[in-house]
């Protein structure tokens, strides 16, 4: 795929001022995916309802995922410019929603509406970088994204610590908004609007079947065998409307004049592949962020500042993984050894952290993070320059967001899922020696107030409960590696 038009017609300072301006903007989409994953256990403490604060994580993430093919489209149909700016606009009036909600349900809900505008922000932010560079360019430029990525997912879970013990978790979602004003002016002067044509055609149509697809997917997932049993009318009716709504996507997508997922791109190897492995790859990462705060701050008593500098080590792998295989594109133009090495080296990493328990050394679990790191980073760099260097010029926006769409569908599904095994292994270990009403509210503070004898029993019991998440996420891992072996490489153009 050569250069764009865009790209030649655009100077070199407007492209560079461009880029800053993409990854500023990815930056602040993506701090909001995780600056919640150390206050969970304080806002938890403070609103209740342990039992649903996955769904903090799960919110964001399904309306992100559901955001990622609609902005991507949309930007292909409106111009880049116009879609990001309306992105970050969404994504502020869902940080405020969150920052005074009184209640749990209002900060799911807040979730849901900022998630909304952060998926759509990454997608077209990474979909602008096509349109300025060539291929071998433009995956240097990938990478260095994918450590602006990674980068934020380390401040995030770091500022999010300083400011629940400092001012409060209110403020976690007000953090932002000085960055987003920022990036709003920066993309105003940085990137060109696209003249008024001919009026696209949107397929509605498709993108409300898709946002009932993936919402059932996600309820499913996270519901049965907990909240719903498997066997009850309710959970079979959920999972009936889910399929009948899959069903109804891709009947409606085979026929559409311009689907908002066009299923002819799942007929490319590196789109299919990536996709899949990108899937399993996020169910890890995800499951990962979420949980091994819960783990430090309970189980080990870390403050919630300190267990988001736990997340450093595997940020730092992150970031330098995904560096390191931008420039090792750039260079050869060469890639597929790149995921196959990286995700048998996450499943042995998810495989250690399974073995986490009281007694666990903090050196370790800094080593494994290390090692979750490695194994993460090259699938952010790798996957969107090979989608990218295989899609039509025309689907370069919805090709880009199918990328980060099924990594965040991996993230829900992953929260969900593995939400559902801790919380019934939870149950399970500590029956008998917690009430269950107080589950909902179990905290490090709780648990030390315990007797000696049965706060060790509780502890272990905890510790318990987060192992199976990272062998069942070993496992996941694993599949992601036998995948990426079918990846068909072609090799990225000069220019």
């Known amino acids: 795929m050569t250069a764009t038009p865009q790209a030649m017609e655009t100077p070199g300072h407007h492209r560079r001022l461009a880029i800053w301006a993409v990854a500023v903007t990815l930056f602040v989409a993506s701090t909001g995916q995780t600056i919640v994953s150390t206050a969970l256990p304080v806002i938890?403490?403070?609103?209740?309802?342990?039992?649903?604060m996955t769904w903090v994580v799960t919110a964001y993430l399904l309306a992100s995922t559901v955001g990622a093919p609609i902005f991507g489209k949309l930007g292909d149909l409106f111009g880049r410019k116009a879609v990001m700016q309306a992105g970050l606009g969404v994504f502020t009036l869902g940080a405020l929603i969150c920052g005074?909600?009184?209640?749990?349900?209002?900060?799911?809900?807040?979730?849901?509406?900022?998630?909304?505008?952060?998926?759509g922000l990454i997608v077209v932010a990474m979909a602008v970088v096509a349109d300025l560079l060539p291929p071998r360019e433009r995956s240097r430029v990938q990478g260095?994204?994918?450590?602006?990525?990674?980068?934020?997912?380390?401040?995030?879970p770091l500022v999010g610590g300083f400011l629940v013990q400092s001012l409060g978790w209110h403020w976690i979602f007000f953090a932002n908004l000085p960055v987003v004003a920022v990036a709003w002016v920066v993309l105003q002067s940085a990137l060109r609007g696209r003249a008024p044509g001919a009026r696209p055609r949107i397929d509605v149509a498709g993108a409300a079947l898709l946002t009932a697809t993936l919402s059932g997917l996600v309820l499913v997932t996270s519901m049965g065998g907990t909240v719903l049993g498997w066997g009850e009318p309710a959970m079979l009716a959920l999972i009936g409307a889910t399929l009948a709504s899959l069903m109804g996507f891709l009947f409606v997508e085979s026929r559409a004049v311009a689907p908002i997922l066009p299923l002819s791109l799942f007929r490319l190897n590196a789109v299919a592949v990536v996709n899949a492995a990108g899937l399993l790859v996020g169910m890890?990462?995800?499951?990962?962020?979420?949980?091994?705060?819960?783990?430090?701050?309970?189980?080990?008593?870390?403050?919630?500042?300190?267990?988001?500098?736990f997340l450093l080590p595997m940020m730092g792998g992150l970031i330098g993984a995904s560096?390191?295989?931008?420039?090792?594109?750039?260079?050869?133009?060469?890639?597929?050894?790149?995921?196959?090495?990286?995700?048998?080296?996450?499943?042995?990493?998810?495989l250690g952290l399974s073995r986490l328990g009281p007694d666990t050394p903090l050196w370790q679990v800094l080593a494994l993070m290390m090692a979750t790191g490695l194994g993460i980073g090259?699938?952010?760099?790798?996957?969107?320059?090979?989608?990218?260097?295989?899609?039509?010029?025309?689907?370069?926006?919805?090709?880009?967001?199918?990328?980060?769409?099924?990594?965040?569908?991996?993230?829900?599904?992953?929260?969900?899922?593995?939400?559902?095994?801790?919380?019934?292994?939870?149950?399970?270990?500590?029956?008998?020696?917690?009430?269950?009403?107080?589950?909902?509210?179990?905290?490090?503070?709780?648990?030390?107030?315990?007797?000696?004898?049965?706060?060790?029993?509780?502890?272990?019991?905890?510790?318990?409960?987060?192992?199976?998440?990272?062998?069942?996420?070993?496992?996941?891992?694993?599949?992601?590696?036998?995948?990426?072996?079918?990846?068909?490489?072609?090799?990225?153009?000069?220019?």
């Open 44 to 52: 938890t403490a403070d609103l209740g309802g342990l039992n649903r």
């Open 144 to 156: 260095a994204l994918g450590g602006v990525f990674g980068l934020s997912t380390v401040v995030g």
């Open 284 to 309: 890890a990462m995800f499951g990962t962020i979420t949980f091994l705060p819960l783990y430090l701050q309970v189980v080990q008593g870390v403050s919630p500042v300190l267990s988001g500098m």
């Open 378 to 495: 090259p699938m952010m760099s790798v996957g969107v320059a090979a989608i990218q260097n295989a899609v039509p010029r025309s689907m370069l926006g919805v090709g880009t967001a199918s990328a980060n769409m099924f990594r965040l569908i991996g993230g829900s599904l992953g929260t969900s899922i593995f939400g559902a095994v801790f919380g019934a292994g939870l149950a399970q270990n500590l029956a008998g020696r917690v009430e269950g009403a107080g589950l909902g509210t179990i905290s490090r503070d709780s648990v030390m107030a315990l007797d000696p004898q049965l706060r060790e029993s509780v502890l272990a019991g905890f510790a318990a409960a987060l192992d199976p998440i990272f062998l069942l996420a070993a496992g996941i891992a694993t599949l992601a590696f036998a995948v990426t072996l079918l990846l068909r490489e072609v090799p990225l153009a000069e220019a």
């Open 323 to 350: 560096m390191v295989s931008g420039r090792v594109m750039g260079r050869t133009g060469r890639y597929k050894a790149l995921p196959v090495a990286s995700t048998a080296l996450l499943a042995l990493a998810m």
């Open 100 to 119: 005074v909600a009184p209640s749990m349900e209002v900060l799911i809900a807040g979730r849901a509406v900022q998630g909304l505008g952060g998926g």
